[in-house]
C-alpha cells in the first residue's frame, strides 16, 4: 500500500487527500448539525410535555378543589355521624384525582 502511494504522482495524492479532507469535513458535520437537531427537539418536546402537565395538574387540582368544597357543603348539611357519605366523597376524590 505504501509502495503504491509513492508511486503516485504528486498531483493525483494531493487531490485524493483533498477529497479525503473534504469527504471527512462533510460526514463530520452532517453528524454535528443532526445532533444539534436532536438536542433542540428534544428540549422543546420535554418543555411541551411539563406545559402539559402543568395544565393538567392544574385542571386536577380544581377538581379536588370542587370535590372537597361539595364535601364540606355535605359535612355540614349532614349529621355528624354520617361516616358513609364522608367516605364516598373521599372515594369520589380520589377517583377524580386518578383520571
Do not use: C, W
Not at 445532533?35 to 428534544?42: D, P, Q
Not at 359535612?75 to 364522608?86: I, L
Request: charged fraction near 15%; aromatic fraction near 4%; hydrophobic fraction near 50%.
Amino acid at each position: 500500500m505504501l509502495t503504491m502511494l509513492t508511486n503516485m504522482p504528486k498531483d493525483v495524492l494531493v487531490q485524493q487527500i483533498k477529497d479525503g479532507l473534504v469527504l471527512l469535513v462533510l460526514g463530520m458535520g452532517t453528524v454535528f448539525i443532526f445532533l444539534v437537531i436532536l438536542i433542540f427537539a428534544s428540549k422543546m418536546m420535554s418543555k411541551i410535555i411539563m406545559n402539559m402537565e402543568k395544565n393538567r395538574h392544574g385542571e386536577a387540582t380544581e377538581q379536588i378543589q370542587a370535590v372537597s368544597t361539595v364535601q364540606v357543603q355535605q359535612k355540614v348539611s349532614a349529621p355528624q355521624g354520617d361516616d358513609a357519605a364522608v367516605a364516598a366523597a373521599i372515594a369520589a376524590a380520589y377517583d377524580r384525582s386518578r383520571n
